[in-house]
């Protein structure tokens, strides 16, 4: 790259460079909420906007390096921007756009950290984000991968005075550190041995089935922690529901994304060998955490951790793409995989977008009500209308509903599944209609969590008095979500634009890309227009068309009026809100229908009782069977380890006196 | 692509199904009502009761939000859509292109989150009540009813309905034993998103157990009217799409201006078959527990399923 050049690659640095500015900007005056929200969050909305552009350029270019003066002595930060780095810059540029300016109206005074480290945190969450996916060696990955980490940490434990946050923010720390070892091992096998920790030099390598193995399995369990796959979720719904709701938008739509980013790194661009079961482990543990997390999502009672849960089943569905493909690389069927990919990108692109979008809606009614649980919500959409509406818009995408975004990624998913026939495996070719199943089952179960999260929330009458006072969201908040929710209408109504965008990205990965049989524009049709197409702009017209057609025609040829009454509840008269179904009501179908993935805890009240008490805890059992194990063993090695300190500056002498015996003996 | 007699079955296709649909709901009845030694209504019944709802003024809960007033207008929406897409007369429907049998199911999914949305919008509770069990036979019965739209789509190698239907007609005498699994799947499934004995009762009020019946409570009026119009063209949608994926003969094909003529005495005869036998079927089996469907519901997923399964053991 020659000096002073305008390259892609200097665009999105100078948005990292800005975000910096902006975050230390904060510092200088951290009490001062006015300077923080009204100008330093919209200026990082807009460097969101420059870093968005810097992408969408850069897909359609070729891949471009620099080496950074920084970093060790010998050891600077490469950095490289290919089209699956600017892919993912485009998507973190944007939806940071759409939160940051959502964040400007909505951080107000007295919460914990005070404005000026928030707006310092977050900006440096941000460009520790877009520098992970600008990275190309693994000491620059590693250290913004940390740096990621912990202003993450320190934004999920803003409100550091409640000790629950503060063991939510451990928990997601010891998790992502875990993650973090496991990543860095991953990069010591993918470089051979050679010392040269590039990625370039990675990519040169021929890694040896065995060791390759053993790199994917690091990075499925490494990157995995970071995405939440089960059983490494455990973070994601404590951590969540901790983070104010900006935080929690950017960590479920962006922060997950970048682990879905280095996992698609490592698997479809560092390591050469493909092995078929590796995808097969892949789809396997996609699916388990998809369903895993819907089902439970059906269940929650608090409207953050629902959402939580529904990251992790929608990850989920990004690990089955991604299996999906790995397994048809791995027998050379170019076009499936490409196929497969497009839906991870697209569903990982969709999910950016609906999630955060729901996440800042949760955001706004909690500054409305001060109030998380569903129990006590409900009936908002008289008091919140902009809300509710922009929060509908990512309800439907979320449940998979056409004409919206979602649907478009989980069609291109199923098609995927369809044209498996022809996998030279038998075993294979029967595991494909298990697995189909298993993803219908899931996008079903969305639907009904859907339902769930906003007829709770918005709908019905007010669970509490004091839900009357709830007003609407200021005008940043609201631009903030009108973006989000444009972007879910975009995606969703004009998805050939999209594929052909994901197409320069799957194209250098796999050597092809999906392309669009039908040249239409308006028309998706993925393999031949025979054999499967959807036109997603058509049906929304049509719809749209349809309803006003019967609307005009009922009040042609009948009448308009419309007269307001009570509530006919089938006569009953001492109609309360109390009535309604309670969220736990609402999850009753799911608990009683996969009663085996819960481990629950009932009291009952007798049949004499004079103040009948009913209880259910629902929990989560792999807590019980995988994290307090391993708590335990890990206390009773440090038990262990206890043993050596004995608190006597003479029994420590002696160890070092041992120690030089030792090494006078052995070592030359 | 597009001909002028895509557009014409395209159009003549969706005015049947819109004017034929409340004609199914009442053959339905009648036979049910003969099966049972009853005299019926009349196969006219429905259109009187729509006639009179459209006439009437509706009333509205007070705690009514807008999504309420809007819901009826959308499912009537996507039930003319889900009529436009399925070949019933034709298999050369230009708007096929624009939804194939994913995106049916996803009409589906679409007008039944807005039922149950608006459901749960008065805050009563029969309708929350009937919100949620909405949504559980739902969850139960989309799956299935994709994995049966699968069978079909991997026995013809395309989503799309027209070219689906095209494909089986002409194996007319090919054997697929999954596609037997399949058929007696989607009849479960049709069973329960229809809102038909065993899973619901349509001619139930003030019953714990209704399903359907409980959401719409709220409803009168024009929104009524719609509501039932939807639900019989919904009936209406699931009949021919039977129809054309088991029993795909008479269905005119490509570029077939004399086939068209002799579709619709098929389809008629056809859905007549069709009327009796679900008459006979609600007619002989009693209404199971709300807490029995997800085993009904079940079991027509693993039907679904083992037909899938069936399909890649043996017919590839």
């Known amino acids: 790259m020659s000096a002073g050049q305008i390259t892609p690659l200097a665009i999105s640095l100078a948005g990292v460079i800005a975000w910096i500015v902006i975050g230390l900007a904060g510092v200088f005056s951290p009490g001062n909420l006015r300077l923080v929200a009204r100008y330093l969050f919209p200026a990082g909305a807009l460097a969101g906007l420059v870093v968005a552009a810097a992408g969408a350029w850069a897909i359609a270019e070729g891949a471009r390096t620099l080496v950074l003066p920084l970093g060790l002595p010998d050891l600077p930060f490469h950095l490289r921007i290919d089209s699956l780095s600017a892919f993912f810059l485009l998507l973190l540029g944007a939806v940071a756009a759409g939160v940051s300016v959502f964040a400007a109206g909505y951080f107000r005074r007295g919460q914990g950290t005070p404005p000026g480290l928030q707006c310092l945190y977050y900006h440096v969450f941000l460009a520790s984000m877009a520098l992970v996916l600008l990275a190309d060696d693994a000491y620059g990955f590693m250290v913004c991968w940390e740096t990621m980490a912990l202003s993450s940490y320190f934004l999920v434990t803003s409100d550091h005075r409640s000790a629950e946050i503060r063991r939510a923010g451990f928990l997601y720390l010891l998790i992502a550190h875990i993650g973090a070892l496991a990543i860095l091992l991953c990069f010591g096998v993918l470089q051979g041995g050679g010392g040269d920790y590039t990625f370039d030099a990675m990519r040169q390598l021929d890694h040896t089935p065995r060791w390759g193995g053993i790199a994917f399995a690091l990075a499925l369990f490494g990157f995995g922690a970071k995405a939440g796959i089960i059983p490494l979720h455990a973070w994601l719904p404590e951590a969540h529901p901790a983070a104010p709701s900006p935080v929690s938008a950017l960590m479920s739509a962006v922060m997950l994304k970048t682990a879905v980013y280095g996992f698609l790194r490592v698997m479809f661009d560092l390591l050469d060998v493909k092995v078929w079961w590796w995808g097969v482990i892949v789809l396997v543990v996609g699916l388990t955490t998809a369903l895993y997390g819907v089902v439970f999502s059906a269940v929650q009672s608090d409207m953050k951790r629902l959402l939580a849960y529904s990251s992790i089943e929608n990850i989920g569905i990004v690990y089955v793409g991604a299996g999906l493909a790995l397994m048809f690389l791995a027998y050379d069927m170019t076009a499936l995989a490409a196929l497969a990919l497009t839906a991870t990108l697209y569903h990982t692109l969709n999910h950016a977008f609906f999630k955060s979008l729901l996440f800042l809606a949760t955001g706004s009614v909690l500054h409305a009500t001060r109030e998380r649980a569903l129990g006590r919500l409900g009936g908002l959409i008289h008091r919140m209308p902009w809300v509710a509406w922009l929060a509908l818009v990512g309800t439907l995408a979320v449940a998979g509903l056409p004409p919206l975004n979602g649907f478009v990624s989980e069609w291109l998913l199923l098609q995927a599944f369809l044209f498996t026939p022809g996998l030279p495996q038998n075993y294979l070719n029967m595991l494909v209609p298990v697995a189909a199943a298993s993803v219908a089952l899931t996008a079903a179960l969305a639907g009904y969590v859907m339902v769930k999260f906003y007829g709770v929330i918005f709908l019905g009458q007010p669970r509490e008095e004091r839900l009357a006072d709830a007003r609407d969201c200021g005008p940043w908040e609201r631009a903030g979500l009108v973006w989000l929710a444009a972007g879910c209408v975009l995606l969703g109504i004009l998805p050939v634009f999209v594929i052909r965008m994901i197409d320069e990205v799957t194209r250098p990965l796999l050597g092809q890309g999906l392309g669009n049989a039908a040249s239409n524009w308006w028309l998706l049709a993925p393999i031949q227009p025979e054999r499967a197409s959807y036109g997603p702009l058509l049906f929304l017209v049509a719809i749209l068309a349809a309803v006003a057609f019967a609307f005009l025609a009922v009040r042609a040829f009948y009448h308009g009026r419309v007269r307001r009454g009570a509530a006919w509840d089938c006569g009953f008269p001492g109609q309360t809100a109390r009535m309604q179904d309670s969220a736990e009501g609402f999850g009753q179908p799911v608990r009683q229908v996969f009663e085996p993935f819960f481990r629950m805890r009932r009291e009952l009240p007798g049949a004499f009782d004079s103040a009948p008490r009913y209880r259910v805890v629902v929990e989560d059992p792999l807590w019980y069977w995988v994290y307090l194990p391993v708590a335990r063993a890990a206390d009773r090695l440090t038990g262990l380890v206890t043993l050596l300190q004995r608190g006597r500056i003479s029994v420590y002498l002696m160890y070092g006196f041992i120690t030089l015996l030792f090494l006078l003996l052995f070592v030359r | ?316």
């Open chain 2, 1 to 316: 692509m597009i001909s002028a007699s895509g557009i014409a079955a395209q159009l003549t296709e969706l005015f049947l199904a819109v004017s034929v649909a409340p004609l199914l709901t009442g053959w339905v009845n009648q036979c049910r009502a003969w099966l049972q030694n009853r005299s019926g209504a009349g196969l006219l019944q429905p259109y009187r009761v729509l006639g009179k709802l459209f006439r009437k003024e509706p009333v509205i809960a007070h705690g009514a939000s807008p999504l309420f007033r809007l819901t009826p207008y959308v499912l009537f929406a996507c039930m003319c859509l889900a009529a436009a897409i399925v070949p019933s007369l034709a298999t050369d429907l230009p708007f096929n292109a624009a939804a194939d049998a994913i995106a049916l199911v996803g009409i589906f999914a679409l007008a039944r989150v807005f039922i149950s949305l608006a459901a749960i919008d008065v805050g009563t509770a029969f309708g929350t009540m009937g919100a949620r069990r909405e949504m559980m036979v739902g969850f139960l019965a989309e799956p299935a009813l994709l994995i049966v739209l699968f069978t079909a789509s991997l026995i013809s190698h395309s989503t799309s309905l027209s070219t689906t239907v095209e494909k089986l007609a002409h194996m007319q005498f090919a054997i697929y034993p999954s596609l037997a699994f399949a058929g007696v799947a989607f009849t479960m499934v049709s069973l329960a998103e229809n809102a038909r004995i065993p899973v619901d009762n349509p001619a139930t009020h003030l019953e714990l157990t209704m399903i359907h019946e409980a959401m719409i409570l709220e409803y009168s009026g024009r929104h009524l009217a719609l509501v039932e119009w939807a639900a019989s063209l919904k009936l209406f949608v699931y009949s021919c799409t039977g129809l054309a994926l088991f029993v795909p003969f008479g269905i005119a094909q490509r570029g077939d201006a004399a086939g068209l003529i002799l579709a619709l005495p098929a389809l008629i005869a056809k859905l007549a078959v069709g009327g009796f036998l679900l008459a006979l079927i609600e007619t002989l089996s009693a209404k199971m527990r709300i807490f029995r469907a997800p085993e009904f519901l079940g079991a027509a997923f693993l039907l679904a399923v083992l037909g899938m399964l069936i399909h890649f053991l043996l017919e590839i």
